[in-house]
């Protein structure tokens, strides 16, 4: 059974589903990019380093109608449960679907909100946030190389 949060507008899973679902795909990407290299962090999450670029399209209330253009930014760190990220402009959307792509050229979508943004000394922002859900392709399949 599916709850609908009411000030978003956005259908919950469960967690436990949600979550989980998030997890497998998460795992799927960074099962052939760190082999013999992860390290073991203090903080209650792990997160790996992801040094690639990532799609992010904004959506509206819904989480899965376009609202703009994509933008692309640049991975930093991946964890199970959200993503922090480079980008040269600040991003004005809350709700995104950030679309990372595995080693082996397997694409994942997830919903994202973005919970955190700062300014950096070198005149690039720094942000991130956490997944909410997986999410079908926001762009209809086409490939990730014809973003504009």
């Not at 399209?57 to 480079?86: A, Q």
């Not at 402009?89 to 909100?113: C, D, N, T, W």
Request: net charge positive.
């Amino acid at each position: 059974m599916t709850a609908v949060n009411a000030e978003r507008s956005l259908p919950i899973e469960p967690p436990s589903v949600s979550d989980e679902r998030v997890r497998e795909q998460v795992w799927s990407l960074l099962a052939g990019g760190h082999q013999g290299r992860l390290v073991l962090e203090r903080r209650a999450v792990q997160r790996f380093p992801y040094p690639h670029l990532v799609l992010l399209t904004p959506v509206g209330p819904d989480g899965r109608t376009p609202r703009s253009e994509s933008i692309v930014v640049v991975g930093k760190h991946l964890s199970e449960r959200g993503l922090g990220f480079f980008h040269p402009k600040p991003v004005p959307y809350r709700k995104i679907i950030a679309s990372l792509r595995s080693p082996q050229g397997a694409v994942a979508h997830f919903l994202m909100e973005i919970t955190w943004c700062r300014f950096t000394e070198q005149g690039w922002y720094e942000g991130g946030g956490r997944f909410l859900r997986p999410v079908p392709d926001p762009r209809g399949n086409r490939p990730l190389a014809a973003a504009s």
